[in-house]
């Protein structure tokens, strides 16, 4: 079975840009969450989506922005870059239902550069 | 990888060795508990997870351990490895808070050949 895909796995943006990231969960997996990693603040988590609805969401501005598709594929988007957003985007997928917990799986990131 | 330039807690062992990874969690009302492993690289790796019913899980080569009175969490490596050398991470669940995982800030294991 494919893990979490994302794409692309590098990018290089401008202050003031916009980004979008993409994540392709593991098959069969509905509920995508999206996490913030850098070497001062660790792992933070952005949001959760399960079946195209956000569950729950982190203290992050509202320059950050997700979505989810019917086949469960989800985008992250980034407006109006700073250079603090440099990090390592993660994506990570569950089998988690509408209730309960299950472990996330992880993808190898979208690593963002913001000059 | 993302923790070059952070102070990490680094644990050294010796192959064959076992190897203890300790984390203390913060929130009473965490029910559930996860251990990753990450490479260079590489995103978070699933381990081991145990709910808060439970206090102690074991896997391949692994254990974890959960005492809730201190709130404290364990990773115990059996015949630690070369290929075990990587950052842990002990992340833990708030009861109804989906998807939303606590991350510590991360051990980093160094396995000596």
Redesign the interface.
Known sequence: KAG?TQTPRYLIKTRGQQVTLSCSPISGHR???WYQ????Q????L????SETQ??K?NFPGRFSGRQFSNSRSEMNVSTLELGDSA?Y?C?S?L?GPVG?S???????TRLTVT | GENVGLHLPTLSVQEGDNSIINCAYSNSASDYFIWYKQESGKGPQFIIDIRSNMDKRQGQRVTVLLNKTVKHLSLQIAATQPGDSAVYFCAENIRGSQGNLIFGKGTKLSVKP
């Open positions: 979490v509920s995508v969450s990693q850098t070497p001062g660790g792992l933070q988590f949001f959760e989506y399960f569950r729950n982190g390592l993660l990570a569950s988690a917990n472990p996330l799986h992880f993808g190898n990131g």
